[in-house]
T-cell receptor, first 112, second 116 residues
Framework: EADIYQTPRYLVIGTGKKITLECSQT?????MYWYQQDPGMELHLIHY???????EKGDLSSESTVSRIRTEHFPLTLESARPSHTSQYLC???????????FGSGTRLTVV | AQKVTQAQTEISVVEKEDVTLDCVYE???????LFWYKQPPSGELVFLIR??????QNEISGRYSWNFQKSTSSFNFTITASQVVDSAVYFC?????????????FGTGTLLAVQP
């Protein structure tokens, strides 16, 4: 049973629409992350959070934004979707400094 | 600078063959952690193993084994008697926690295809 949940699993949306990808975890982890994975498999960190009201941009520039109002919730928003945003988005969380990540199942986004 | 290199982009084997996935890392930190993740076609990343820099003992878990060698900065992963269900993308990752951060640096992944 997953401890970190992402919805929707698949999303096809038109250009210019606003979308929010949901990510929730039930483990009480303080750190959460968003990765973008292109078809070439490589994972790119686009946002991370150390805790409530803390968000930072990752290594890959992204037009998306995130918020962390509650420990368990870390949604990602695209104000105006474009075809270049078509990708898989993976959410993850971790506890403390010395542990790996627990990943959600991902959202496969297609912008047409 | 921290970096993880997985030189093998794709590997194809026939079922029951043994296969080794290579991982080479770079870091200046003396304390760090290494990981392997599996990503099946369904898309989620599944944690396989975590190893800290002070523990060079090799590890075996069923058909999986890991060879950590600090002298060559490598953390290779071997699957013995591969099965079709092992077909996936495998990622090696490095973490050198500093301050409040805990960012994982991923390699580019190796796509393993096990043919029946």
């Amino acid at each position: 049973e997953a401890d970190i949940y992402q919805t929707p699993r698949y999303l096809v949306i038109g250009t210019g629409k606003k979308i929010t990808l949901e990510c929730s975890q039930t483990m009480g982890h303080d750190k959460m992350y968003w990765y973008q994975q292109d078809p070439g498999m490589e994972l790119h960190l686009i946002h991370y959070s150390y805790g409530v009201n803390s968000t930072e941009k990752g290594d890959l520039s992204s037009e998306s934004t995130v918020s962390r109002i509650r420990t368990e919730h870390f949604p990602l928003t695209l104000e105006s979707a474009r075809p270049s945003h078509t990708s898989q988005y993976l959410c993850a969380s971790s506890w403390g400094k010395n542990y790996g990540y627990t990943f959600g199942s991902g959202t496969r986004l297609t912008v047409v | 600078a921290q970096k993880v290199t997985q030189a093998q982009t794709e590997i194809s084997v026939v079922e029951k063959e043994d296969v080794t996935l290579d991982c080479v890392y770079e870091t200046r930190d003396t304390t760090y952690y290494l990981f392997w993740y599996k990503q099946p076609p369904s898309g989620e990343l599944v944690f396989l193993i975590r190893r800290n820099s002070f523990d060079e003992q090799n590890e075996i878990s069923g058909r999986y084994s890991w060879n950590f060698q600090k002298s060559t900065s490598s953390f290779n992963f071997t699957i013995t008697a591969s099965q079709v269900v092992d077909s996936a993308v495998y990622f090696c990752a490095l973490s050198a926690p500093r301050g409040a951060t805990n960012k994982l640096i991923f390699g580019t992944g190796t796509l393993l295809a096990v043919q029946p």
